[in-house]
């Protein structure tokens, strides 16, 4: 059985959260 909100959101927040990340490093590198 799925549980399409659930997957769903998990995904999206772990998806979020790595964009975050990444666009942290990238402003960290720019400004170096």
Do not use: C, P, T, W
Not at 3 to 8: E, F, I, L, Y
Not at 14 to 32: C, D, K, T, W
């Amino acid at each position: 059985m799925k549980r399409d909100n659930g997957v769903d959101l998990d995904y999206y927040k772990e998806n979020f959260i790595s964009r975050r990340v990444a666009h942290r490093i990238r402003q960290r590198e720019y400004q170096l």
